[in-house]
Nanobody, 113 residues
């Protein structure tokens, strides 16, 4: 089991930026990792993934605005979010899409218009 702790969320105006971090309790080097989000009243959705070799995929609704990265030496995964929109308001989580562990507490991102 891996414990995941997300951080970096906050309140930002539309057009602003935030950088989220996810810290894992042990090595996640071999795992594809992803960032998810869940808005109030909606299902959790996958935002971006990054494989162990660094291949990246984004959901269409964040392409060109968000950048996922990982630091295997530090067991962390990050999400740089630029040009934020009110629709990006959600709780953001990280996990391994193909071998999900227990969900962390997430980090709240609120984008005001």
């Amino acid at each position: 089991q891996v414990q995941l702790v997300e951080s970096g969320g906050g309140l930002v105006q539309a057009g602003g930026s935030l950088r989220l971090s996810c810290a894992a309790s042990r090595s996640i080097f071999t795992f594809t990792m992803g960032w998810y989000r869940q808005a109030p009243g909606k299902q959790r959705e996958l935002v971006a993934t990054i494989t162990s070799s660094g291949n990246i995929n984004y959901a269409d609704f964040v392409k060109g605005r968000f950048t996922i990265s990982r630091d295997n030496a530090k067991n962390t995964v990050s999400l740089q979010m630029n040009s934020l929109k009110p629709d990006d308001t959600a709780v953001y989580y990280c996990n391994a899409p193909f071998r999900p562990w227990s969900w962390g507490q997430g980090t709240q991102v609120t984008v005001s218009s």
